[in-house]
């Protein structure tokens, strides 16, 4: 059974700093791209950032860059997402996700996703 699991989400507040992790368990993902997304109350669900398992290319949503890094430890099958400078429109339960075409649009697997909180 494939999992992947969030962890370290919380409530900070405007200025602070986060590091959410996503562990992947029941196969191999040395392949995958792995990606995290986030949800706020009444948006749609949005990419903030992502990295191909292999060569460890990025992509960072605009509105993150320069204050959001993703990381990979292969040995530990996960996927970090260092969160900086948090503002209140960071809010959002955030999500890790995985697939096996870099392409795709689509995510083969999800977590169930880790709640971050800013205040101002």
């Known amino acids: 059974q494939v999992q992947l699991v969030e962890s370290g989400g919380g409530l900070v507040q405007a200025g602070e700093s986060l590091r959410l992790s996503c562990v992947a368990s029941g196969r191999t993902f040395s392949s995958y791209t792995r990606g995290w997304f986030r949800q706020a109350p009444g948006k749609e669900r949005e990419i903030v950032s992502r990295i191909r398992w292999g060569d460890g290319i990025t992509y960072y949503a605009d509105s993150v860059k320069g204050r959001f890094t993703i990381s990979r430890d292969n040995a530990k099958n996960t996927v970090y997402l260092q969160m900086n400078s948090l503002t209140p429109e960071d809010t959002a339960v955030y999500y890790c996700?995985?697939?096996?075409?870099?392409?795709?649009?689509?995510?083969?697997?999800w977590g169930q996703g880790t709640q971050v909180t800013v205040s101002s």
């Open positions: 996700a995985a697939k096996r075409n870099y392409y795709s649009v689509l995510y083969d697997y």
